[in-house]
């Protein structure tokens, strides 16, 4: 926005600025301006048009060519058919399974996670990580709790070992998947993670029981941050809910008659996943539609 302004501005401002030079008297008058002078004038504003016109058409084509990238960049997860529910207070908390089994008798859901944050959020949380060895330096790593269906709903990559799963009962205990990031980080392969140990949080202890393809939780202008999912199934802040394609009306309209039957009295909000993620780029859609204003 700040370059086409400038742009803009130096394309009005020099004809002004070049014409100040002459006497107002003196313009109207036959030959006050020489034939040199005309043509130098002429050739000058050539020039600077066309010089101006290149740079808003570069400026477009690079524009575009980020915005589409933007748009095509495979995040590490589906962010499509994915609708976003807040979770406010305890009577969604000390009831959610009821919530969760009652979207899953219909065919148009197709898995329900909670965790306490989802992508697009602007700020993570982060904790020191300590491998088993005891000359080791602590590791800061990005965190954030899920349940056992958060891998699953938003379609991760598991690239070694597996997700969290309730057939597992050793996963209650203290379980937790790097993203391939956070591996590196530490000193290890994918393949090397698994079954290792890590203490965090006060001396808890987790076991590594898979790693997962790197995913952008924020926004394409950061790197991919190195990051553990903890399995925390009891604290909860947001739910994610994918649904199948088809009516996303009717959809949405299942989800909140269930969400009304099971939470009466809760106000019920939602938001799409994919809408969340384009908020992150709002600058750019902002600086292409500027650009197309001029053309």
Excluded at 68 to 80: P, T
Excluded at 141 to 170: C, H, N, Q, W
Excluded at 270 to 283: A, N
Aim: net charge positive; proline share 3%.
């Amino acid at each position: 926005m700040v370059t086409a302004l400038i742009v803009g501005g130096i394309a009005g401002l020099y004809p002004a600025l070049y014409l100040t030079h002459f006497e107002p008297a003196n313009i109207g008058k036959e030959g006050s301006l020489s034939g040199h002078l005309k043509s130098a004038f002429r050739r000058n504003m050539v020039i600077l048009q066309f010089g101006i016109s290149i740079t808003l058409i570069i400026g477009m084509f690079t524009v575009s060519k980020q915005m589409k990238y933007i748009q095509n960049r495979h995040l590490g997860f589906d962010k499509e058919n994915m609708v976003l529910i807040p979770i406010r207070s305890r009577q969604v908390t000390g009831n959610f399974e009821a919530f969760r089994n009652a979207l899953l008798t219909s065919s148009q859901i197709l898995s329900v996670s909670t965790s306490v944050d989802v992508p697009g959020e602007t700020i993570l949380s982060n904790t020191a990580f300590r491998t088993r060895q005891a000359a080791d330096e602590p590791i800061s790593l990005f965190y954030i709790f899920t349940d056992y269906e958060f891998i699953e709903t938003y379609r991760m990559d598991v690239l070694s070992g597996r997700g969290f799963s309730k057939a597992f009962a050793t996963d209650t205990a203290g379980t937790v998947i790097l993203n391939a990031a956070a591996a590196r980080r530490i000193g290890w392969s994918p393949e090397e993670a698994i079954r290792k140990e890590l203490s965090y949080m006060r001396g808890t202890v987790g076991r590594v029981v898979g790693v997962v393809k790197d995913f952008n939780f924020r926004s394409l202008h950061t790197a991919v941050e190195p990051m553990a999912l903890l399995l925390n199934p009891e604290y909860m802040r947001d739910c994610s809910v994918r649904i199948g394609p088809g009516d996303v009306r009717k959809t949405l309209d299942l989800i909140q008659q269930r969400w009304e039957e099971v939470f009466p009295g809760e106000r019920f909000e939602f938001s799409f996943l994919d809408h969340r993620i384009d908020q992150l780029y709002v600058r750019e859609k902002k600086m292409q539609n500027i650009f197309f204003v001029f053309f």
